[in-house]
C-alpha cells in the first residue's frame, strides 16, 4: 500500500471529510506544498476497486516535488462527481488543473472535460488513451457527410426506373484530404501507453503518435513491457482476460508512468517524453507505406494507394519466362463493387491491368480496404446502393462500425485487391506459352506468406524476439475458390 506522513494522513482526513458528500471522492494532499501547486483529477476505470491507484497517485506526487510541482491529486467515480472537490482545490491552492484518465472510458471523459468551453485545464493525461478520432477535422468532416444518403430519384440513364438501389450524386461522401489527418485540441496532452497493454492496444497509441507528430503540444509516450493492469492495484477480471503479460510488473511501470506524467505537469508546452520511435515506427512503416491505412492518411475507398497491393502483382506473376523485365507497379483504392450498373453510384468498372513497353512491365491493381464486413444477401449481390455504402469511409465513421477505444486491430482486416493473372502477365509480356495452369497452386497464400515476412522484418528487433519466444505463428492455409466462384462471391467473402 501507500506510505503516508503523519501531515498527509491528516489532510487526507480533512480533505476527505469537507467532500464526504461525494461517494468515492478523495482528495489527496502532496507530500510537499512549497511547489508550484497544480491540481490532478483522475477518473479510472469504472470497473477498478477503491483505492486501486493510490500507490500510483503517491509515486506522481514524489515525482512531482522533483520536478517542481505540487500535485493535489483529486479522484472519484467521475469528473461529475468530483466537481465541487475539484473547484475547491483548485481555488484554494490558486493551482493549475489537469484532467487524467486511465483506460479509454476515463482518458475520453477526461479529454471532453478538458475540450469543454468551459474549462480551465492547462493539459490531458490519457494513460493507456489517446485522443480519439472525431478530434480530428478531416474525420469529423467526412462523417457529417454520411447523412446525405441515396434516394430512389435519380438521373435518366442512371440504373433502372426509380432506381430501386439507391442513386447518389458523384462526391456525395468524397472523404478526399490533404496530409496527415492532425487532431485539433484546444490544450496540450500526453497520451501513456504500455507496449504490451492487451487493453488498449500499442498500435491504437502508434496512429496517435504518428497522427501527431506535427502537432508538438500533443505528446505520446510508451513505456516497454507495460501492460494494463500494472498500474492497478487489484487487477479487475476483465482486464485479466484480454491483458497480456508485463515484462517489469507494477512497481517499474507506476514508477515510469509517474515520472513522465510529473514532467508534463510541471510543463505541459514543453515537456518531451522519452522518444518512442524505435517502438512504435514499425508500425509507421506497415500502415502508412505498405497499407496506405484510412486512419494514419488522407486516404479513402476513392483516393490514394496501398503500395502493397501494387506490389502483389509483381509477386502473383513472378517469375515471368523473361526474369531480365523491368516492373513497374501502381495502385489506387476504388470501392471493389464499382460498375456501370453498379448502384448508388453507376462509375464506370475497375480493373486490374499489366501492360508491357520499352522491356518494362506495367502493373496496375484496384484495392479497396475493408473495416467492416457485409454478406451478399445483404448488399444483394451488389444491388443493393444503402448497404454498399457501408464500406465507405464515410460510412465506417457515421455508422459507429469501429469503435475508437485501442480494443481492436487498428489495420484493416484486409486489403482486397483486384489483381491481373499470371496467364495474362505472360501473354502481355510475349511470352511463349501462357497456359491456363499458370494460376494453379497457391498464388494468393505466397503473397500473404510475404507480407507476413515483411512484418517480421519490420518488427522493432524487441518485438521481434518476444514473437519469436511466445508468439503465436501463422500458417498461411491453400487459396480457396468460394461458391458460386462469381464476383459478388468474392468480393463479400473476406480474408479469415
Keep these: 500500500g501507500s506510505c503516508f506522513t503523519p501531515q498527509q494522513l491528516l489532510m487526507r482526513v480533512l480533505c476527505s471529510l469537507a467532500f464526504g458528500s461525494a461517494v468515492g471522492q478523495t482528495v489527496t494532499p502532496p507530500p510537499d506544498t512549497s511547489k508550484t501547486a497544480v491540481v490532478l483529477v483522475l477518473q479510472g476505470r469504472s470497473d477498478a476497486a477503491p483505492g486501486a491507484y493510490d500507490d500510483l497517485i503517491a509515486q506522481v506526487q514524489s515525482e512531482g516535488v522533483k520536478a517542481g510541482v505540487s500535485v493535489w491529486a483529486v ?6 462527481d468530483m466537481k465541487s472537490a475539484i473547484q475547491s482545490t483548485v481555488s484554494a491552492h490558486q493551482a493549475k488543473l489537469f484532467y487524467a484518465g486511465h483506460g479509454m472510458g476515463g482518458a475520453g471523459e477526461a479529454a471532453a472535460e478538458a475540450a469543454a468551453g468551459d474549462s480551465t485545464a492547462e493539459g490531458a493525461i ?11 477535422p478531416d474525420l469529423q468532416a467526412c462523417k457529417a457527410k454520411w447523412a446525405t444518403q441515396p434516394t430512389h430519384k435519380c438521373p435518366k440513364g442512371k440504373g433502372l426506373p426509380l432506381c430501386p438501389g439507391g442513386y447518389l450524386p458523384e462526391g456525395s461522401h468524397d472523404c478526399s484530404a490533404t496530409g496527415v489527418p492532425a487532431p485539433k485540441f484546444p490544450v496540450p496532452t500526453l497520451a501513456v501507453g504500455g507496449e504490451l497493454d492487451g487493453v488498449v492496444r500499442v498500435s491504437r497509441v502508434a496512429e496517435a503518435w504518428y497522427t501527431q507528430k506535427q502537432t508538438p503540444e500533443h505528446k505520446v509516450a510508451v513505456v516497454e513491457g507495460m501492460n494494463h493492469g500494472d498500474l492497478l492495484g487489484a487487477v479487475p477480471a476483465s482486464v485479466q482476460a484480454r ?10 511501470a507506476k514508477a515510469q508512468v509517474a515520472s513522465i506524467v510529473a514532467g508534463f505537469l510541471a510543463d505541459p508546452k514543453s515537456y518531451n517524453p522519452p522518444a518512442a520511435d524505435d517502438t512504435l515506427s514499425p508500425f509507421e512503416k506497415m500502415f502508412v507505406e505498405q497499407e496506405g491505412s484510412w486512419w494514419w492518411t488522407p486516404n479513402s475507398e476513392e483516393s490514394g494507394s496501398s503500395p502493397w497491393a501494387a506490389a502483389a502483382q509483381e ?20 470501392l471493389l463493387a464499382d460498375g456501370g450498373g453498379m448502384p448508388p453510384y453507376y462509375r464506370p468498372e475497375n480493373r486490374a491491368n499489366v501492360t508491357m513497353e520499352d522491356e518494362k512491365v506495367a502493373g496496375a491493381t484496384i484495392a479497396q480496404l475493408r473495416y467492416t464486413e457485409l454478406t451478399v444477401a445483404q448488399v444483394a449481390a451488389g444491388e443493393n446502393g444503402y448497404e454498399l455504402i457501408k464500406e465507405e469511409k464515410a460510412g465506417i465513421l457515421g455508422t459507429g462500425a469501429i469503435t475508437d477505444d485501442g480494443s481492436d486491430c ?6 482486397a485487391t483486384k489483381l491481373s493473372s499470371r496467364q495474362l502477365c505472360y501473354n502481355r509480356t510475349n511470352a511463349p506459352e501462357d497456359p491456363e ?4 497452386g497457391d498464388r494468393c497464400a505466397a503473397i500473404n506468406e510475404a507480407a507476413y515476412d515483411l512484418a517480421m522484418a519490420t ?19 491453400s487459396d480457396r475458390k468460394p461458391t458460386p466462384p462469381a464476383g459478388p462471391w468474392w468480393i463479400w467473402n473476406y480474408l479469415q
Excluded: H
Aim: charged letters at 30%; hydrophobic letters at 35%.
Design 437 to 440: 495452369t499458370l494460376d494453379d
Design 75 to 80: 479522484t472519484g467515480p467521475s469528473f461529475d
Design 459 to 477: 518488427a522493432s528487433s524487441t518485438a521481434r524476439a518476444r514473437f519469436q519466444k511466445s508468439g503465436r505463428p501463422m500458417k498461411m492455409v
Design 410 to 415: 487498428v489495420s484493416a482486416i484486409e486489403i
Design 315 to 334: 509477386k502473383m506473376c513472378e517469375p515471368l519466362a523473361d526474369t531480365k523485365l523491368q516492373w513497374e507497379t501502381s495502385n489506387r483504392f476504388c
Design 126 to 136: 490519457l494513460v493507456a488513451g489517446f485522443l480519439p478520432r472525431d478530434y480530428r
Design 243 to 252: 491483458d497480456l503479460v508485463s515484462e517489469i510488473g507494477g512497481d517499474k
